[in-house]
């Protein structure tokens, strides 16, 4: 039978009903259904309207549901590792490449659709027509690799130890007041009030762990600790485990070929390697010497220099090494030097402006980008999220209860980073930043800015882990020191960074904060009050603001993409003008360098940039004429 968007394939509907399946029905009967009070059964959720994969789908259109199965691909990791442990990530060690790939989650995404979830160890998923809850019921046939079933007693173990282990997760799931088994596959999530449209989603998109395991003990007879790193294989359900590893240098990945979910529709046409190798650097220099030498396959190449200049070897003239850049349509982008106002002297923001005057944006990308980046001017950059002009409408109605609480600028004056780029206007700024920092209480006493009360100079640490980030805080430096300002970059190692994250041990840091096409909970990871004080959060400025706090509320809680969309507006103007960052800048696309052995389909999904590895394939024509090198 060919079923469309909203129709469903229902095959021996007495069979169904027998079996203990649940019935998926059609939207227009489910909103029938729910005003009955009868629970309804969904196969995929959507933010926003329906899936667009119907019920029944047999695979995803983007994906080659013949593509072979077979070969090895070799990745760059930076860094080192010393943990498989998700939920510990971000608070304790480093965690390795991979687990990813060993632990599943109850639903997955579509990479040509925006905030939609389709079932993975969940079967089907239903919901309350007020969003108060979710209930879930698992796969019969889901497994852990151990021959084990995947229980409802799992899910509601990985809730509480995710929750309680890990800051980030733990604010993302923070609405989330209970777990609990209500049926032989049944888990069901209560929120501690109604109204949030994305819980539902965000709930599928849950790490389970195998309780049994975590509560068991090694081979040594030791007992297991979730709230510890380990480098013990973790055990999963999805299609890889871990193979082999040295720790801080190689994992080796294998498929599980017979892995219980192999056949669902969400996974046909992807997991096509048979072997992943991450091979950790700790200097990226070094990695691009070993992507040359062919001791690794794939490149993400993020250094506009490196794309300039440094793939005209032979491999690439010769076309064993493929050039191709992927459009970014997934998420948009903020990229920025962020301050650390935990610290006194960065809590005014007239020194944070000041900063922002003094950074010549236009000079840096003509000298050593190559003209290959523009200026972020949004936390939502290349997003119908980045608010533009001032506010009107349905976002000025949600800012106008905040107006005693932001800057007035919010309501009169477009956002828009100081320009330079040639001698005037560099003096220009220069003096506005200068102005800036007298009215925050400092001057220049023998060419060194200090603070007018204490005397004491203002000096900044730069703080960073890629020795490639040296040469452009280096070219920042000079423009600084004019201000009289004391500059000193500092560049450690990946174990050393991350402690120093987690103790707000910093004054500036270059990050990024990815945003999806549908904000959400994740907004208060970001900028939320609460999150200032949580080691391991992305709060790495420290933001406490109650509009802030206020608009992420209102970005959580919104009832329509319009609403959406100007509640987003809303924040992100709020966070420029108050100045927490310099924005740095972005490109727009992904380049990658590629040793010439896979394929994939020629229809890429919209929203998975290069999609590498998950829907490519080993080619074994094209790997004849480029073996791989030992």
């Known amino acids: ?42 196969h995929g959720l959507s933010l926003f309207g329906e899936p667009g994969q119907p019920a029944g789908f047999k695979h995803f ?14 990745q760059i990791a930076f860094g080192t590792f010393d943990n498989f442990n998700i939920v510990v990530a971000g608070v304790k060690g480093s965690l390795a490449r991979g687990p990813e790939l060993v ?14 979830e389709y079932g993975l160890l969940a079967e089907a998923m239903s919901y309350p027509p007020d969003y108060s809850s979710v209930t879930y019921r698992l796969r019969a046939q889901a497994r852990w690799h151990d021959g084990k079933p995947v229980t409802p007693e799992d899910v509601v173990f990985s809730l509480g130890v995710i929750k309680a282990n890990s800051p980030q997760l733990g604010a993302y799931y923070r609405h989330v007041v209970k777990a609990e088994k209500t049926g032989e596959r049944d888990v069901t999530f209560t929120f501690d009030q109604p109204g949030n449209r994305e819980l539902p989603l965000i709930v599928g998109q849950l790490f ?67 072997e992943f190798r991450f091979e950790y650097f ?11 030498g062919d001791q690794v396959d794939w490149r993400t190449e993020n250094s ?74 949004s936390y939502f950059e290349g997003t119908e999220l980045a608010c533009s002009g001032v506010p009107q409408g349905r976002e000025l109605e949600i800012l106008q209860p905040l107006r005693d609480k932001v800057p007035p600028e919010v309501f009169t004056t477009p956002y828009k980073n100081p320009v330079n780029g040639n001698p005037q206007a560099v003096r220009t700024n220069l003096r506005e930043a200068i102005r800036l920092m007298k009215e925050a209480g400092y001057e220049i006493r023998n060419t060194k800015l200090v603070n007018v009360k204490t005397g004491e100079p203002f000096s900044v640490e730069f703080l960073a882990q890629d020795p490639s980030s040296e040469r452009f805080i280096l070219f920042y430096k000079p423009s600084l020191e ?133 829907i490519w394939w080993w080619d074994d024509k094209k790997a004849a004429k480029t073996p791989q090198r030992s």
């Open 304 to 377: 506009a220099k490196n794309w300039a200049t440094a793939y005209e070897f032979p491999a690439v003239k010769d076309k064993r090494v493929v050039l191709e850049e992927f459009p970014i349509r997934n998420f948009g982008v903020m990229q920025a030097f962020a301050f650390n106002i935990r610290r006194d002297k960065f809590k005014d923001p007239k020194v944070r402006m000041a900063f922002n005057h003094a950074f010549d944006f236009e000079e840096m990308n003509k000298q050593i980008f190559f003209g290959q980046y523009h200026r972020i001017n």
């Open 61 to 74: 259109s983007y994906v080659n549901p013949d593509a072979p199965k077979g070969g090895t691909v070799r």
């Open 482 to 614: 004019r201000l009289g300002v004391t500059v000193n970059a500092r560049i450690v190692d990946s174990a050393q960074y991350e402690n120093r994250l987690r103790q707000w041990d910093y004054d500036i840091v270059t990050t990024v904060w990815g945003q999806s096409l549908s904000p959400g909970n994740e907004q208060r990871g970001f900028w939320s009050s609460q999150a200032a004080d949580q080691p391991g959060s992305r709060n790495l400025v420290g933001i406490k603001n109650p509009a802030i706090d206020s608009l992420i509320e209102r970005v959580i809680f919104t009832k329509d993409r319009d609403d959406l969309v100007a509640a987003t507006h809303a924040l992100d103007r709020v966070l420029l003008w108050n100045h927490y960052v310099v924005p740095q800048w972005t490109y727009g696309k992904v380049r990658t360098a590629r040793w010439d052995r896979f394929a994939r389909p020629d229809a890429m999904p919209k929203y998975g940039l290069s999609a590498f590895p998950t």
């Open 208 to 274: 389970v762990l195998p309780k049994h395991w975590w509560e068991g003990t090694d081979k040594s007879g030791k007992k297991r600790d979730v709230t510890q790193t380990t480098l013990e294989p973790i055990l999963g359900s999805g299609p890889y485990r871990i193979k082999d590893f040295t720790p801080g240098r190689t994992v080796v990945m294998e498929r599980v070929k017979d892995h219980w979910g192999k056949d669902l529709p969400v996974n046909i046409g992807t997991n096509n390697f048979d």
């Open 1 to 42: 039978m060919t079923v469309s968007r909203r129709t469903v394939l229902l095959t021996g509907v007495a069979a169904l009903a027998g079996s203990g399946l649940p019935q998926i029905v059609l939207p227009d009967r489910a909103a029938a259904q729910a005003q009955a009070g009868e629970k309804v059964w969904r």
């Open 282 to 292: 700790r200097d990226t220099t070094v990695a691009l010497e070993a992507f040359k």
């Open 103 to 116: 632990v599943e989650t109850l639903t997955t995404g579509a990479l040509d659709e925006v905030s939609t």
